[in-house]
């Protein structure tokens, strides 16, 4: 079983930039498909950008796409989301998930939340005008 904790949410103004980490322990992270989530005030936790497990693949919402930029480095169990030119509306609590179950429609199935087995508490991200 892995543990995720994120880090390196805080406060930042529109245009400026954050790194966010995943550090998982507990299990064999190369094994495991990530995804990134936000989730805002009163609204529902949705997808943000996802990698597979070799990393050989990335996937991102259109609102993030451009701006943001998913990478893990397996060696370190830890994925990263840069996250660059940021705007107000990428104010949320952002949450990673793994996942260890095959995905076979992975397209979609990196999107769902749904798919992922485990998750961090998240950390938030604000973005001020």
């Known amino acids: 079983q892995v543990q995720l904790v994120e880090s390196g949410g805080g406060s930042v103004q529109a245009g400026g930039s954050l790194r966010l980490s995943c550090a998982a322990s507990?299990?064999?992270?190369?094994?495991?498909?990530v995804g990134w989530f936000l989730q805002a005030p009163g609204k529902e936790r949705e997808f943000v950008a996802g990698?597979?497990?070799?990393?050989?693949?990335?996937y991102y919402s259109d609102s993030v796409k451009g701006r943001f930029t998913i990478s893990r480095e397996n060696a370190k169990n830890t994925v990263y989301l840069q996250m660059s030119s940021l705007k107000p509306e990428d104010t949320a609590v952002y949450y990673c998930?793994?996942?260890?179950?095959?995905?076979?429609?992975?397209?979609?199935?990196?999107?769902?939340?749904?798919?992922?087995?485990?998750w961090g508490q998240g950390t938030q991200v604000t973005v001020s005008s």
């Open positions: 507990g299990g064999t992270f190369s094994m495991y498909t």
């Open positions: 998930a793994a996942s260890n179950v095959y995905m076979s429609n992975i397209y979609m199935s990196i999107q769902s939340r749904a798919s992922y087995n485990y």
């Open positions: 990698i597979t497990r070799s990393a050989r693949t990335t």
